[in-house]
T-cell receptor, first 113, second 112 residues
Framework: EAQVTQNPRYLITVTGKKLTVTCSQN?????MSWYRQDPGLGLRQIYY???????DKGDVPEGYKVSRKEKRNFPLILESPSPNQTSLYFC????????????FGEGSRLTVL | GENVEQHPSTLSVQEGDSAVIKCTYS??????FPWYKQELGKRPQLIID?????GEKKDQRIAVTLNKTAKHFSLHITETQPEDSAVYFC???????????FGQGTELSVKP
């Protein structure tokens, strides 16, 4: 089954404790992206990757890191989480950003205390 | 800069009525404008998209129109049904295909 898988789905952590949210897709998509969703603000892009070893900043990259060492994986790293990073996070992938449907993962709800 | 404005933020209609959601985009958007539907507690899913070489696209009860001169595009849902109740997001593609910028979302409520 074609899918984008995120883990963990739910996480409560404390300020400053490094965490990684994994994202994996099995559709051989070149493009992958991370979004955060907050009430009233819609979906804001954090980082995106057009292909392996190619990453770029979205609208709200501060406090986040990503890597794209393999085509299927695109982890989101919070080196020192803060309460303002409490949010619902979505990973998504597509064949090409400008021609293809964006497939979203189920979301990861992160709470930083 | 890169920006997509979406209105209204909430919309309530009676079953069977039409619903229209409008988005405007800033200058540097490229040629791809999708719409996503997000049901409560679920992930966003593409419902329709349009490219700038066409002015209108229809898929059953859903249509999207694009006015490049005015830099706005709209989602039209006819004969609304309770299952159309969801949050709808418009988006525009920037940065030569890398940045897909979403609007703030419209919460549509269809009352039976």
């Amino acid at each position: 089954e074609a899918q984008v898988t995120q883990n963990p789905r739910y996480l409560i952590t404390v300020t400053g404790k490094k965490l990684t949210v994994t994202c994996s897709q099995n559709m051989n998509h070149e493009y992958m992206s991370w979004y955060r969703q907050d009430p009233g603000l819609g979906l804001r892009q954090i980082y995106y990757s057009m292909n392996v070893e190619v990453t770029d900043k979205g609208d709200v990259p501060e406090g986040y890191k990503v890597s794209r060492k393999e085509k299927r994986n695109f982890p989101l790293i919070l080196e020192s989480p803060s309460p303002n990073q409490t949010s619902l996070y979505f990973c998504a992938s597509s064949t090409l950003a400008n021609t293809g449907e964006l497939f979203f993962g189920e979301g990861s709800r992160l709470t930083v205390l | 800069g890169e920006n997509v404005e979406q209105h209204p933020s909430t919309l309530s209609v009676q079953e069977g009525d039409s619903a229209v959601i409008k988005c405007t985009y800033s200058d540097s958007a490229s040629n791809y404008f999708p719409w996503y539907k997000q049901e409560l507690g679920k992930r966003p899913q593409l419902i329709i998209d349009i490219r700038s070489n066409v002015g209108e696209k229809k898929d059953q009860r859903i249509a999207v129109t694009l006015n490049k001169t005015a830099k706005h595009f709209s989602l039209h849902i006819t004969e609304t049904q309770p299952e159309d109740s969801a949050v709808y997001f418009c988006a525009a593609l920037y940065n030569q295909g890398g940045k897909l910028i979403f609007g703030q979302g419209t919460e549509l409520s269809v009352k039976p």
